[in-house]
């Protein structure tokens, strides 16, 4: 069964700083990676996603993610963050079965200070 | 706005009870996600629906079912609910791309509170 790390439960990062939330997926024929994101009190909204092509993709917020297929990671990167970035975020998998259920990791939540 | 409804937004009901958890999907998307939020267990995919049939099972209790009716909304019933039911409980809907899977729309979710 497919399976979703997050081995950073929370990250404090100060403003303007670059950060990065690391995610590793157990290995899979052919896996669909995910980056979401959750406001307070908020539901879950897609960040960006990697279901094939180029290994970088990116968001319109300034995220960006890379998938390495060699070390099954899936890392999310920005170069500099926002006060308003302070969320919980959320890596998930989905495999080619008939569901494409997302599994998702445990969260990191990422702490903006001023 | 993801387009995807929850109804209610917050429940608060006894041990023993039984609720019914309601989803709207987006206009149309066949596919229904369930999945339940709580602090020890994180989210889980509980079930999913496709065009009114069942298409995979999670880790979903035998207390709880769930269906999608043909105006493919979907309905999640919760029974014999046990304070450890307590969480958000979260659908998504679907529609597949061409590459097959398609992006998930997540609802603002129900929060359950079982006292």
């Known amino acids: 069964a497919q399976s979703v790390t997050q081995l950073d439960s929370q990250v404090p990062v100060f403003e303007e700083a670059p950060v990065e939330l690391r995610c590793n997926y157990s290995?899979?024929?052919?896996?669909?990676l995910f980056w979401y994101v959750q406001y307070p009190n908020q539901g879950l909204q897609l960040l960006l996603k990697y279901l094939s092509g180029s290994t970088l993709v990116e968001s319109i917020n300034g995220f960006e993610a890379e998938f390495n297929k060699s070390q099954t990671s899936f890392h999310l990167r920005k170069p500099s963050v926002h006060i308003s970035d302070t969320a919980e975020y959320f890596c998930a998998v989905s495999d080619s079965d008939s569901s494409y259920k997302l599994i998702f990791g445990s969260g990191t939540r990422l702490l903006v200070r001023p | 706005d993801s387009g995807v409804t929850q109804t209610p937004k917050h429940l608060i009901t006894a041990t023993g009870q039984r609720v019914t958890l309601r989803c709207s999907p987006r206009?149309?998307?066949?596919?229904v996600y369930w999945y339940q939020q709580s602090l020890d267990q994180g989210l889980q995919f509980l079930i999913h629906?496709?065009?009114?049939?069942?298409?995979a099972k999670g880790n979903i209790l035998e207390r709880f079912s769930a269906q999608q009716f043909p105006d493919l909304h979907s309905e999640l019933n919760l029974s014999s609910l046990e304070l450890g039911d307590s969480a958000l409980y979260f659908c998504?809907?679907?529609?597949?791309?061409?590459?097959?899977?398609?992006?998930?729309?997540f609802g603002p979710g129900t929060r359950l509170t079982v006292l």
């Open positions: 206009s149309g998307d066949l596919s």
């Open positions: 290995s899979s024929v052919s896996v669909y």
């Open positions: 629906y496709y065009n009114g049939e069942e298409r």
């Open positions: 998504a809907s679907s529609a597949p791309s061409g590459q097959g899977i398609g992006e998930q729309f």
